[in-house]
């Protein structure tokens, strides 16, 4: 299969944790990377790989795999976390590229 | 640090060909190590990978777009373009360039809106 699923919508309170997952087969063979969109605005890479932070991404954001699904871990959310999250990774053949559904995260 | 941009028609007919240019600097679109994606958003939905190529001129696209893309490289002038054929108003959406290397979309371009209508 070549989906990544998202469950479409999630919130959390301000100061707690928040996991966000992604479901597919080829999963269990490559890394997802994960993808911040606030509105209006390009999409910003999260997390990479295992679980690599780029320079500038707070260390409340965290990676991790199980299985088919890929995980985004924020942990003391912040209101400016509220926003929509992807994943990516590639099928299942390797050559292509996919996105997840999509997520969008509320901070109450 | 890479910067993207991207250029192009904002409105395009039904049934004509899209064409989109991603201009690239601080870095070479023929430096090893990455690959050049395109990347749209139709208004108020979520990504869908378009395609890419890598710096030795290979190509892959999304089957799902069935032989209507195609991506290309212009090393002269550092950039990179697509063009997506037999538009429908389907294809309404902002197109945004990125570069991925390592296993993800580093840097991206600001994102340009297309809008198909007659």
């Known amino acids: 299969s070549s989906e990544l699923t998202q469950d479409p919508a999630v919130s959390v309170a301000l100061g707690q944790t928040v996991r966000i997952t992604c479901r597919g087969d080829?999963?269990?063979?490559?890394?997802a990377s994960w993808y911040q969109q606030k509105p209006g605005q390009a999409p910003v890479v999260v997390i990479s790989?295992?679980?690599n932070r780029p320079s500038g991404i707070p260390d409340r954001f965290s990676g991790s795999i199980s299985g088919n699904t890929a995980s985004l871990t924020i942990t003391g959310a912040q209101a400016e976390d509220e926003a929509d999250y992807y994943c990516?990774?590639?099928?299942?053949?390797?050559?292509?590229?996919?996105f997840g559904t999509g997520t969008k995260v509320t901070v109450l | 640090q890479l910067q993207l941009q991207e250029s192009g028609s904002g409105l395009v007919k039904p049934s004509q060909t899209l064409s989109l240019t991603c201009a690239v600097s601080?870095?070479?679109?023929?430096?090893?190590?990455?690959?050049w994606s395109w990347i749209r958003q139709p208004p108020g939905k979520g990504l869908e990978w378009i395609g890419y190529i890598y710096h030795s001129g290979d190509t892959y696209y999304n089957p799902s777009l069935r032989g209507r893309v195609t991506i290309s490289l212009d090393r002269s002038k550092n950039q990179f373009s697509l063009k997506l054929s037999s538009v429908t108003a389907a294809d309404t959406a902002v197109y945004y360039c990125?570069?991925?290397?390592?296993?993800?979309?580093?840097?991206w371009g600001q994102g340009t809106l297309v809008t198909v209508s007659s």
């Open positions: 601080g870095g070479s679109i023929s430096s090893g190590g990455y690959s």
């Open positions: 790989g295992k679980n």
């Open positions: 990516n990774s590639r099928d299942s053949s390797g050559h292509h590229l996919v």
């Open positions: 990125a570069n991925y290397g390592d296993g993800a979309f580093d840097f």
């Open positions: 080829s999963l269990r063979i490559y890394y």
